[in-house]
């Protein structure tokens, strides 16, 4: 939709009235999912967590099941937890100070996650469960494979650490 494209370019120029626009547009066309999603995305980058899980959880069944929407309903999910988890940097330090810290493993990527550094996530996630394989019943592991979720299970980041997640199975 055009409207929707000149909502989105006002948007990145900063215009204020762009949301309330989309609103609007999202209203108006409450069947075409693709505009709903662009301003759910729009939502979470404004940290509107809860106005973007309410026009997620309002969506058919059959939209949640392709790929880009659950990324995007896995990727809200961490970011309303990274939101409530404070300052990365002193995560950081813990973990440097302290390399057996699952707790701050976790929680550091979880931010990570939410902040798109996917990399420094699995990461931290693959020293998780180097570390503790018991640790949250082995959330290191089932957190990766999320990540390779939202990454498309495929790329070269989703193959390097598939190996490395293989290789420490065995």
């Given at each position: ?24 547009l ?15 995305t ?19 069944p ?26 990365p ?11 057996e810290?699952c707790?701050?493993r976790?929680?550091?990527?979880i ?6 550094q996917?990399?420094?996530?699995l990461?931290?996630?693959y ?37 490395k ?6």
């Amino acid at each position: 939709d055009k409207r929707m494209f000149a909502a989105l370019q006002n948007y990145q120029q900063g215009n204020n009235s762009a949301l309330s626009e989309m609103q609007n547009l999202v209203n108006e066309y409450p069947d075409n999912f693709q505009i709903r999603l662009q301003y759910i995305t729009v939502l979470m980058m404004e940290q509107e967590y809860e106005s973007a899980k309410t026009l997620l959880d309002n969506l058919p069944p059959q939209i949640k099941q392709n790929e880009d929407v659950a990324a995007m309903i896995s990727r809200l999910e961490v970011m309303t937890i990274a939101d409530k988890l404070g300052d990365p940097q002193a995560l950081e330090q813990q973990v440097a100070s302290h390399p057996e810290d699952c707790e701050s493993r976790h929680q550091l990527s979880i931010i990570y996650i939410a902040q798109g550094q996917f990399e420094q996530a699995l990461e931290q996630l693959y020293r998780i469960m180097k570390t503790d394989r018991s640790f949250k019943d082995d959330i290191g592991r089932k957190e990766m494979l999320k990540v390779f979720d939202m990454l498309g299970n495929s790329g070269e980041l989703v193959s390097m650490y598939r190996k490395k997640l293989a290789a420490s199975l065995y």
